[in-house]
Nanobody
Framework: VQLQASGGGLVQAGGSLRLSCAAS???????MGWFRQAPGKEREWVGGISRSGGNTYYADSVKARFTISRDNAKNTVYLQMNNLKAEDTAVYYC??????????????????WGQGTQVTVSS
């Protein structure tokens, strides 16, 4: 599976962005996750979604602001980010795990990664 993330950019605090992650291969077989990494910090799990899209999970820091969805017909997973804060500034990565069901928090639990897209929130 190859993953291509897009949609990052510069946004003011309180604004919104939607990230997309397009996949090749048997997309519906994979649980998907979103991670982010800010400068000088470790990569952290943002949230995940099950293979069917019926279950989603979020880190406490983004709960109620971010929404993950997927369209298996389009081989794409989305991360809708609302009410963005300066602390959301990071490179965002999508990841796929063949055995995953959505709430895998460790990078090591994923098999494939996208290249990352930069999100910068100005305060």
């Amino acid at each position: 599976v190859q993953l291509q993330a897009s949609g990052g950019g510069l946004v003011q605090a309180g604004g919104s962005l939607r990230l997309s992650c397009a996949a090749s291969g048997p997309f519906s077989m994979y649980g998907m996750g979103w991670f982010r990494q800010a400068p000088g910090k470790e990569r952290e799990w943002v949230g995940g979604i099950s293979r069917s899209g019926g279950n989603t999970y979020y880190a406490d820091s983004v709960k109620a602001r971010f929404t993950i969805s997927r369209d298996n017909a389009k081989n794409t997973v989305y991360l809708q980010m609302n009410n963005l804060k300066a602390e959301d500034t990071a490179v965002y990565y999508c990841a796929a795990g063949l055995k995953n069901w959505g709430r895998q928090l460790q990078s090591s639990e994923y098999d494939y990664w996208g290249q990352g897209t930069q999100v910068t929130v100005s305060s």
